[in-house]
């Protein structure tokens, strides 16, 4: 198990991980985060939100200086700081846009993506407040949208996305597209060998997270910590021993915080006070 001073890098979901589920507070795991900046160890936020929903929080949490994960994977979002050397993995917004128009046009497919309404209509879908609904509106590198044609058609949809290159994942509400080989899982990976380039040295990766679009990101860490969910998905990882994977007892951030406690082994007067 690792120690605070070994070359750590922690991802982190945010609803219902390090954000609690009802109030979106992470007060239970203020100590932890004041220890992780002490010991100058980068929380990689990594989440379903776009980046412009993502930037207060990441200024409030007092991590600008970091990447972070947007769009569950399809997106990584660079510090002004950094220059990354190997191409950053992703389909542009643009491009998958134009590609589902091109498709709707063919074959007469019957669904609705954030690209073709209102803020006002993305408000009545997701329970947003209408600027709310405007930021998650703003994105990069993957489309959201409703489907409300039938079965066959929407096989044949995801044979076609497919061809092009782009792929189909389940959310709550929505279904959403993006490039085939994104997701939090890649992303993970993608930024673990990232520092291991700048550093010159293995890094040790850690993963919270506690929904089923976090299995990705918890199978590609090195310690998995899945925090118990409101939810009834059972959260299947291929691994089970404790040194590699915990689960929690608590939800959202006190759950975060057993997860780190489990898996971090404090100096010896830290653990003293
Ligand atoms: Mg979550």
């Keep these: 198990m690792p120690y605070l001073d070994d070359p750590l890098i922690i991802f982190t979901d945010l609803d219902g991980s390090l954000l609690d589920h009802h109030d979106y507070s992470w007060e239970p795991a203020q100590p932890w985060l004041d220890r992780l900046a002490t010991a100058q160890i980068p929380l990689i936020l990594t989440t379903s939100k776009t980046s412009a929903e993502v930037a207060a929080l990441q200024s409030a949490l007092q991590l600008t200086h970091l990447p972070f994960i947007a769009e569950n994977g399809a997106m990584i979002h660079f510090p002004a700081s950094w220059r990354p050397e190997s191409p950053v993995p992703g389909a542009r917004y643009a491009d998958i846009r134009h590609t589902l128009e091109e498709l709707r046009h063919r074959y007469d497919f019957e669904f609705r993506g954030f690209g073709d309404v209102t803020p006002k209509q993305v408000a009545i879908w997701t329970g947003l ?112 021993h404790a040194s590699q994977v915990f689960r929690t007892s608590e939800f959202g951030p006190h759950g975060w915080v057993q997860g780190l406690d489990h898996f971090i082994t404090l100096p010896a007067r830290e653990i003293q006070k």
């Design 129 to 240: 407040s209408e600027p709310d609904a405007a930021l998650a509106m703003q994105r990069e590198a993957s489309e959201p949208l409703i489907w409300f044609g039938n079965d066959l058609d929407f096989s044949h949809f995801k044979k076609c996305l497919t061809r092009e290159g782009l792929a189909l994942t389940r959310g709550g509400r929505f279904w959403h597209v993006m490039g085939v080989d994104a997701g939090k899982g890649p992303a993970v990976q993608w930024l673990a060998a990232e520092y291991q380039r700048q550093r010159g040295k293995p890094v040790i990766t850690l993963g919270l997270g506690d929904g089923p679009n976090d299995i990705s990101m918890l199978e590609a860490v090195d310690h998995a910590v899945v925090i118990k969910g409101h939810h009834d998905h059972a959260m299947p990882l291929s691994r089970h």
